[in-house]
């Protein structure tokens, strides 16, 4: 018996890279997951024939930032697999640049996927978990919103305010047993930093003071716990996962 067993859950941007190693992880420990996630298909496809080896699943996809495709997302959830009482925001974007140069399409892109994307889809499950008066949300922060990172105001702000949005919601659903908390990851191999020059990665590693980017794996676990019993205790807080970027 895994330590998620019968328990369904929500993973946003659970097809890719982070994301994607939390739904895996969760199955792995008896979940079934929803995958939602906005436009690679193949991406999808590829993650069910994987997942689907190890329980339930389904994908659903929707743009997060939209309120109404949230929504409609969680009715799939709901009618697919039951109502979850897990969510773990992965969903996010980046568009860095400094400030001075930053486009308005990227600032906005940005704040709506992030934040607004995290509001809705928690709006969109507290709601069943009040009712059963038990549940666990995971959202996603950044150590550039504790340390802050040139180059990533827009960035930094929305995963600040995400940051705030996990404490004020954690005090909001306490007393309903339902805990809130925020993981903020460091560097992690995935896609996107395969393809950063090796003079960024070098810059980056330099930050580190465990000089190694983490793994996707290194957040599934963390979410893993935080998603268990083991954490009944915990809520509003933010766990950095960063080898030590933000001592």
């Given at each position: 018996?895994?330590i998620?067993?019968?328990?369904?859950?929500?993973?946003?941007?659970?097809?890719?890279?982070?994301?994607?190693?939390?739904?895996?992880?969760?199955?792995?420990?008896?979940?079934?997951?929803?995958?939602v996630?906005?436009?690679?298909?193949?991406?999808?496809?590829?993650?069910?024939?994987?997942a689907?080896?190890?329980?339930?699943?389904?994908?659903?996809?929707?743009?997060?930032?939209?309120?109404?495709?949230?929504?409609?997302?969680?009715?799939?959830?709901k009618?697919?697999?039951?109502?979850?009482?897990?969510?773990?925001?992965?969903?996010?974007?980046?568009?860095?640049?400094?400030?001075?140069?930053m486009?308005?399409?990227?600032?906005?892109?940005?704040?709506?996927?992030?934040l607004?994307?995290?509001?809705?889809?928690?709006?969109?499950?507290?709601?069943?978990?009040?009712?059963?008066?038990?549940?666990?949300?995971?959202?996603?922060?950044?150590?550039?919103?504790?340390?802050?990172?040139?180059?990533?105001?827009?960035?930094?702000?929305?995963?600040?305010?995400?940051i705030?949005?996990?404490?004020?919601?954690?005090?909001?659903?306490?007393?309903?047993?339902?805990?809130?908390?925020?993981?903020?990851?460091?560097?992690?191999?995935?896609?996107?930093?395969?393809?950063?020059?090796?003079?960024?990665?070098?810059?980056?590693?330099?930050?580190i003071?465990?000089?190694?980017?983490?793994?996707?794996?290194?957040?599934?676990?963390?979410?893993?716990?935080?998603?268990s019993?083991?954490?009944?205790?915990?809520?509003g807080?933010?766990?950095?996962?960063?080898?030590?970027?933000?001592?």
């Amino acid at each position: 018996m895994g330590i998620l067993n019968g328990t369904t859950a929500v993973v946003t941007g659970g097809t890719k890279g982070i994301g994607r190693a939390v739904s895996l992880a969760f199955m792995r420990e008896g979940a079934s997951v929803a995958a939602v996630y906005n436009s690679d298909d193949a991406s999808a496809e590829a993650f069910v024939s994987e997942a689907s080896e190890l329980g339930r699943v389904i994908v659903v996809k929707a743009d997060v930032s939209d309120f109404s495709q949230a929504n409609q997302a969680f009715e799939q959830v709901k009618i697919g697999l039951g109502a979850p009482l897990v969510l773990v925001n992965c969903a996010g974007v980046i568009k860095d640049g400094f400030l001075m140069l930053m486009r308005e399409e990227d600032w906005d892109r940005v704040i709506a996927v992030n934040l607004k994307g995290t509001f809705n889809c928690c709006k969109a499950a507290c709601r069943g978990m009040i009712g059963a008066r038990k549940g666990r949300i995971i959202n996603m922060a950044s150590p550039s919103a504790i340390t802050g990172r040139a180059g990533q105001t827009n960035y930094s702000a929305s995963k600040g305010g995400v940051i705030s949005m996990t404490k004020s919601l954690a005090r909001e659903l306490a007393p309903f047993g339902v805990t809130v908390n925020a993981i903020a990851p460091g560097v992690i191999n995935t896609e996107m930093t395969d393809t950063l020059p090796e003079k960024i990665k070098t810059e980056l590693l330099s930050h580190i003071p465990m000089s190694k980017f983490g793994s996707p794996g290194d957040i599934a676990e963390a979410a893993l716990f935080l998603a268990s019993d083991d954490a009944a205790y915990i809520t509003g807080q933010v766990i950095p996962v960063d080898g030590g970027i933000t001592i």
